[in-house]
Antibody, heavy 119, light 109 residues
Framework: EVQLVESGGGLVQPGGSLRLSCAAS????????MNWVRQAPGKGLEWVSY????????YYADSVKGRFTISRDNAKNSLYLQMNSLRAEDTAVYYC????????????WGQGTMVTVSS | QSVLTQPPSASGTPGQRVTISCSGS????????VYWYQQLPGTAPKLLIY???QRPSGVPDRFSGSKSGTSASLAISGLRSEDEADYYC??????????FGGGTKLTVL
């Protein structure tokens, strides 16, 4: 079964750091570009970051640029999001999403992991 | 404030046809494909439409998408109670980012 499972969320103080992980299974992870998308409580979807299959191309939303770092380990079938200098407005469910081959569509999503930034 | 503009809510009765609009600009919808995602309550989003009007396998043909200029729309015909969900449009923006609409909450009356 094709699956993405996020982990690493939790409660962190403003200014703190957190590292999210996304474990992929059921497909050839190294062939796919990946993304992080977040959703604040009761709000809409917000794209966070993109990484190509070989990590050669990386993009960030302006709201996280300079604070978040996306990375991947194809040998471990894993995607990561290192989040530093966290702010209250970063509070959200963070989803990892696979980009379909040959398309830009996010065709597979994880169940999400909740990040709460609060003192 | 989302880059793409959607109505916050829409509604219809079972069997009806409803449409949800999505308005953008020349740098996103005007020059790139539009995608639609369905998010059922308490679940992760699901891809509904890609490349403006293509349905992934398993998505009923009751769902259809279209695009004209800098606007797009999602149509749902033969509305069913299980269609009650939040719907989001998305597009790649030439500023090298993905942009989403604010979402439309569809209520089946």
């Amino acid at each position: 079964e094709v699956q993405l499972v996020e982990s690493g969320g939790g409660l962190v103080q403003p200014g703190g750091s957190l590292r999210l992980s996304c474990a992929a299974s059921g497909f050839t992870f190294s062939s796919y570009s990946m993304n992080w998308v977040r959703q604040a409580p009761g709000k809409g979807l917000e794209w966070v970051s993109y990484i190509s299959s070989s990590s050669s191309t990386i993009y960030y939303a302006d709201s996280v640029k300079g604070r978040f770092t996306i990375s991947r380990d194809n040998a471990k079938n894993s995607l990561y999001l290192q989040m530093n200098s966290l702010r209250a407005e970063d509070t959200a469910v963070y989803y990892c999403a696979r980009e379909a081959l040959g398309e830009f569509a996010f065709d597979i999503w994880g169940q999400g992991t909740m990040v709460t930034v609060s003192s | 404030q989302s880059v793409l503009t959607q109505p916050p809510s829409a509604s219809g009765t079972p069997g009806q046809r409803v449409t949800i609009s999505c308005s953008g600009s020349s740098s996103n919808i005007g020059s790139n494909y539009v995608y639609w995602y369905q998010q059922l309550p308490g679940t992760a989003p699901k891809l509904l439409i890609y490349r403006n009007n293509q349905r992934p396998s398993g998505v009923p043909d009751r769902f259809s998408g279209s695009k004209s200029g800098t606007s797009a729309s999602l149509a749902i015909s033969g509305l069913r109670s299980e269609d009650e969900a939040d719907y989001y449009c998305a597009a790649w923006d030439d500023s090298l980012s993905w942009v989403f609409g604010g979402g439309t909450k569809l209520t089946v009356l």
